[in-house]
């Protein structure tokens, strides 16, 4: 069963805007990973932020973690086409880091 | 360096014909999963091994899934006899170490269709 649930399911915007994608899960965790996907690629490993954490930047990446709601946020900043994915969430099963389990995804369209 | 390398690419086959899919991890890493990832109930966790160990397969459907790592270097998902609802991507990603300290890296997948 999935650990975690993206909201919105899809989302389309222009380019140069600012997207966020929400991801929750059911269980505590020791840490939360988001991962890109292109069309028919493997996923490709965005960014890791840990239990202790509140956010934390990578280039025009910022992600957040809220532990009392279960919860993290990833905003993409200034979009490109390039940006155009599916962006899913991960989060270790409970008791064990090493089984990583991923999210539903937010599928991200950026138009020129 | 390569990545996680998978074979094939794609596969079209006939129900009930023995499906083998091939993984490579990057040399070094201690943690090899195979994923499934479908458009119903996207991606799932079949079984990972931890130092070619299997540790946990409590994700493989049923016994018609079977997963070996012979070697630190090579791993394979047999799927026998194969029926139409196992059509998916099949993604192998490796881990250096425990994922509390890092990321997954995945391979390109293998397309299967089971006719």
């Known amino acids: 069963s999935q650990q975690g649930e993206e909201d919105p399911q899809a989302l389309s915007i222009q380019e140069g805007e600012n997207a966020t994608m929400n991801c929750s899960y059911k269980t505590s965790i020791n840490n939360l990973q988001w991962y890109r996907q292109n069309s028919g690629r493997g996923l490709v490993h965005l960014i890791l932020i840990r239990s202790n954490e509140r956010e934390k930047h990578s280039g025009r990446l910022r992600v957040t973690l809220d532990t009392s709601k279960k919860s993290s946020s990833l905003l993409i900043t200034a979009s490109r086409a390039a940006d155009t994915a599916s962006y899913f969430c991960?989060?270790?099963?409970?008791?064990?880091?090493?089984?990583?389990?991923f999210g539903t995804g937010t599928r991200l369209q950026v138009f020129p | 360096d390569a990545g996680v390398i998978q074979s094939p690419r794609h596969e079209v086959t006939e129900m009930g014909q023995e499906v083998t899919l091939r993984c490579k991890p990057i040399?070094?890493?201690?943690?090899l999963f195979w994923y499934r990832q479908t458009m119903m109930r996207g991606l799932e966790l079949l079984i990972y091994f931890n130092n070619n160990v299997p540790i946990d397969d409590s994700g493989m459907p049923e016994d018609r899934f079977s997963a070996k790592m012979p070697n630190a270097s090579f791993s394979t998902l047999k799927i026998q006899p194969s029926e139409p609802r196992d059509s998916a991507v099949y993604f192998c990603?490796?881990?250096?170490?425990?994922?509390?300290?890092?990321?997954?890296?995945f391979g390109e997948g293998s397309r299967l269709t089971v006719l």
């Open positions: 040399s070094g890493h201690n943690s």
């Open positions: 990603a490796s881990s250096p170490g425990t994922l509390n300290t890092g990321e997954l890296f």
């Open positions: 991960a989060t270790d099963a409970t008791g064990n880091t090493d089984k990583l389990i």
